[in-house]
């Protein structure tokens, strides 16, 4: 149900993508959806024989790409997120398992290096601008079943990607995948900024490193047949997590997210660093310009709070440290444009 969540959330109150630690179960979620799907399909078409079944998914894939073609110009958010859109390019490789089965994996290195080349090619050249999935996602789908179809045993790709090191990655691949945005996030979220490349390079090889650990320990073991377990022993340690899970995730929503999990007045040093992004001496304004938002104290720190409705919850904050900090907080609000602070430090005039 991830998708569907992350559709109906984006929108002007979201956070920023980048902060949401499990933003990545969307596109598992689509395929969760094609694997309940398909096979009823599949189910239900059998008796026309397999290749008209193949033109019915040939048919069905140009609908969902026609509609990934509109999506992004009309409704772009539900165009990434949701299966419609999606589902065309998981079709294409059920298209390429039907030519498989009829044909087998052809040796064509002209073939297997032109769909590599296209893969290389889209992530060197595609960017946070380009719009997906649309007619942009056609090269690097195209180039995937390209490798798929045309690189059989002896082909040159097939040698390139035998390479030990090149399948150990694609072996905690998935794990991988699960591993790093949540690391990211959280990073992210600590931060307060964006991450330098070094430190997200550090965290991608982080992700790798418990990817490693996560496929050795848990993914290997599940696979292996000789694993030996009770189902309910199995069952029943499922639905003891699932249960924590759901607990603290229910009582985090009635208590608004552990609000009161830090006292009032105590905030975390390095959020006013964040919030005081640009101090003004009283020295260095011109004795015309009005800088004095009340009648405090001189003594008082005045910050003016200028930003959109999030900005509203740090006026909050700083009311909560006034009196520990000798803060003298003022919020103006202007829709949507984030928010900044200006610190006036003993203002005078």
Request: proline share 4%; glycine share 6%; with cysteine.
């Amino acid at each position: 149900a991830s998708n569907f969540l992350f559709t109906i959330e984006s929108g002007y109150f979201d956070s920023q993508s980048e902060n949401k630690p499990l933003l990545h179960t969307w596109s598992l979620a689509v395929e969760e959806q094609y694997y309940l799907i398909f096979p009823i399909f599949l189910f239900l078409c059998w008796k026309f024989g397999k290749n008209k079944i193949f033109w019915f998914i040939v048919i069905l894939a140009s609908i969902s790409f026609i509609i990934s073609e509109w999506g992004w110009r009309n409704k772009p958010i539900a165009n990434f997120f949701l299966a419609p859109s999606r589902i065309w390019e998981i079709f294409a490789g059920s298209i390429a398992a039907l030519i498989i089965k009829n044909k087998g994996i052809k040796n064509n290195d002209t073939c297997s290096i032109l769909g590599l080349t296209i893969i290389i090619f889209s992530i060197v050249l595609y960017n946070k601008d380009i719009p997906y999935p649309s007619f942009y996602a056609l090269p690097p789908v195209v180039g995937t079943i390209l490798i798929i179809l045309y690189t059989g045993k002896t082909s040159l790709i097939s040698k390139i990607l035998s390479n030990r090191f090149i399948v150990g990655i694609g072996l905690i691949s998935y794990s991988a995948y699960l591993w790093h945005q949540p690391i990211f996030s959280f990073t992210r979220i600590r931060l307060l900024e964006e991450p330098s490349k070094w430190i997200m390079i550090l965290l991608s090889m982080m992700s790798l490193l418990l990817a490693y650990i996560s496929w050795r320990w848990i993914e290997k073991p599940f696979r292996s047949k000789s694993l030996n377990f009770k189902k309910s022993y199995f069952i029943g340690i499922l639905f003891l997590c699932i249960s924590i899970f759901l607990f603290f995730g229910l009582i985090g929503h009635k208590t608004n997210g552990y609000e009161n999990r830090k006292a009032a007045g105590h905030l975390p040093s390095d959020f006013y660093k964040f919030a005081t992004l640009a101090k003004v001496n009283s020295d260095c304004i011109d004795s015309s310009s009005p800088c004095k938002l009340s009648s405090s104290d001189d003594n008082f720190n005045e910050i003016l709070l200028i930003g959109d409705s999030h900005s509203v919850d740090f006026h909050f904050d700083f009311i909560k440290e006034s009196i520990d900090r000798n803060l003298s907080p003022y919020q103006i609000s202007t829709g949507g444009c984030g928010f900044f602070a200006i610190q006036f430090e003993n203002c005078k005039s």
